[in-house]
Nanobody
Framework: VQLVESGGGLVQPGGSLNLSCAAS????????MSWYRQVPANGRAWVAT????????YYADSVKGRFVISRDNAKNMVYLQMSRLEFEDTAVYYC???????WGQGTQVTVSS
């Protein structure tokens, strides 16, 4: 199983950033996919989940209305569109699947002026 995140970086408050996760090594179309984030000294916090079909999405209250999770089952890709970013969104963002409880290596998002 391999999950490779990309798209992190430095952005100003109120800005936008799009994360991607390339998945391989498991039946991607059969599994829900999630994004989590982690700040130093804290555990990983759930951000969003998308049903394997792509038809249903779920969000943490802290990002609802600002983030959008999507997937492309033909490309084995998961995306996280982040807008109206806040200082509190600064974290390492991880892609996750229940298949063998697998995590990506993470991508850093820093919101700073």
């Amino acid at each position: 199983v391999q999950l490779v995140e990309s798209g992190g970086g430095l952005v100003q408050p109120g800005g936008s950033l799009n994360l991607s996760c390339a998945a391989s090594g498991f039946p991607f179309n059969d599994y829900d996919m999630s994004w989590y984030r982690q700040v130093p000294a804290n555990g990983r916090a759930w951000v969003a989940t998308i049903h394997n079909s792509g038809a249903y999405t779920y969000y943490a209250d802290s990002v609802k209305g600002r983030f959008v999770i999507s997937r492309d089952n033909a490309k084995n890709m998961v995306y996280l569109q982040m807008s109206r970013l806040e200082f509190e969104d600064t974290a390492v963002y991880y892609c996750y699947t229940l298949f063998r409880n697998s995590w990506g290596q993470g991508t850093q998002v820093t919101v700073s002026s």
